[in-house]
């Protein structure tokens, strides 16, 4: 498990979250999304909210905070 740090597009806050993969695992998924891959397909384990966060650094709390709902 890893933890990533990301700042919110929305509010320039620093968030974290922890990631269910290891390091290797990470650096891999991250580096086949950055080259191009669609981030669902580089990273198929992890859920939307996860995604969500490594594209955006938008957390589950703050999304619901801003647009009212939990994004799915």
Avoid: H
């Avoid at 580089?42 to 905070?65: H, Y």
């Amino acid at each position: 498990m890893i933890i990533y740090l990301n700042r919110s597009v929305l509010s320039g806050k620093e968030g974290s979250m922890e990631i269910p993969l290891s390091e290797q695992e990470f650096a891999a998924s991250y580096n086949s999304w950055k080259s191009g891959v669609l981030i669902q397909e580089a990273f198929p384990t992890l859920t939307a909210q996860q995604r969500e966060f490594l594209m955006t650094g938008i957390t589950p709390e703050e999304w619901s905070k801003v647009f009212g709902e939990e994004e799915e």
